[in-house]
């Protein structure tokens, strides 16, 4: 499984389908059980074919493993597929897996994470009444890890929302003149760059569209356009005439007429966005925030003091300290001379926090 997960890795970690890896191993290897042989290498394992899930539209894990094992003419009949998701049993942009699973005469199945996605899942049940061993829940918590915003989107039925916020050290944004570039150092912005890459939406409100004419693309460290580019959305009703680099080349561009964030997440779920990142501004932010449909909070905080000027975040209805909204710190990266901490909802427990987690 461990190998699996590596091969599932390969996969681009943006887009509407998962990163998914599958290994097919020779009859005899469960039963003679190499132990011995180290976490995650495959040296001492028979090996008959071994496949990764590319991108929408290309074939399934399972699928591109089994092609595998036929191109380099081996029988897989009586083997082992250890999958990092349940094999689907829908016909989507491809055929089901559990078919393709049990024609070529696959005896075992070994899963580590039940599909979430509704449309696709029920392939185990369908391996077992076609009398295939089925063996699920193998190192799930990191199936599910690897999975990331995937997972989560597609349970919730909604993107993965994470709010990015880059201020000063005393919580600005601006300048009292409005000027505010940069505050974060280069280093900052070239992380969030890598993050934009990995993303399916970059989200804004019309009045940072208007003030700030983003460009709202994914760059590479020398400043180029990276392979991927996320959509463009701009939320609110103002019409955006003026917005010039939002025009230039990158994602789609798409303006949702609302101001409800539960709005916004529907539209782009029905487009199959699995991960936004909301990148302001602070009136947004805090409407997500409030409105509960926040994942994962990216806050990049520089070393700079402005005492005047525009806050990260708008009002979150807080009146009292007791009503603060507490978030669980997951990570603390050192950024140049900035700081990134990433941190998750909690739910209170007896006065303290703790990590919202997903489970099956
Ligand atoms: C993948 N790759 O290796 C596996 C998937 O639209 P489709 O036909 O590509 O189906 C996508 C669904 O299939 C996906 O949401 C997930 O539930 C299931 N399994 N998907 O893209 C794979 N095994
Ligand atoms: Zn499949």
Redesign the pocket.
């Known amino acids: 499984m461990t190998a699996a997960f590596e091969l599932a890795r390969r ?1 681009p970690a943006h887009g ?7 290994v097919i191993l020779a009859p005899e290897h469960h039963v003679r059980g190499r132990s011995h042989a180290p976490a995650g290498s495959l040296d001492d394992i028979d090996v008959l074919g071994a496949g ?2 590319r ?10 493993a089994l092609a595998a094992a036929r191109a380099a003419g081996v029988d897989v009949r009586g083997a082992t597929a250890v ?1 990092t ?4 049993d ?6 089901p ?1 559990s078919q393709a699973l049990i024609e070529a005469g696959i005896a075992r199945v070994v899963v580590a994470v039940e ?3 509704p ?3 029920g392939g185990a049940a369908t391996l077992r009444a076609a009398g295939v061993e089925v063996v699920t829940g193998v190192l799930a918590d990191e199936g599910r890890a690897l999975l990331g915003a ?1 997972y989560v989107a ?1 349970r919730r039925g909604r993107p993965f929302v994470t709010i990015k916020l880059a201020s000063s050290l005393d919580g600005r944004v601006a300048a009292a003149d409005g000027t505010s570039r940069w505050i974060t150092s280069p280093e900052s912005r070239r992380h969030a760059h890598t993050l934009r890459a990995e993303v399916d939406a970059l989200v804004v409100g019309t009045g940072t569209a208007l003030a700030d004419d983003p460009s709202l693309t994914a760059r590479t460290p020398a400043g180029e356009l990276a392979e991927h580019q996320p959509l463009r959305v701009v939320v609110g009703y103002r019409d955006l005439p003026d917005v010039n680099r939002l025009q230039t080349a990158g994602g789609e561009l798409v303006q949702v007429r609302t101001h409800a964030p539960a709005e916004v997440l529907a539209a782009l779920h029905v487009r199959e966005v699995r991960h936004v990142l909301v990148e302001g501004g602070p009136t947004l932010a805090a409407a997500f925030l409030r409105a509960g449909l926040v994942d994962e909070v990216h806050a990049y905080v520089a070393p700079v003091l402005l005492g005047a000027g525009p806050h990260a975040l708008g009002d979150l209805g807080v009146s009292t300290i007791s009503g603060a909204v507490r978030l669980v710190p997951r990570d603390v990266l050192r950024l140049g001379p900035d700081v990134l901490v990433v941190s998750v909802p909690g739910t209170t427990v007896g006065g303290q926090s703790t990590a919202r987690h997903e489970e099956s």
Do not use: K
């Open positions: 996969g509407p389908n998962p990163r998914v890896g599958c990764w899930h991108g929408a539209g290309t074939p399934h894990a399972e699928v591109a999958v998701l349940e094999p689907c829908h016909t989507g942009r491809t055929g897996c599909d979430p996605n449309v696709a899942s995937w597609v």
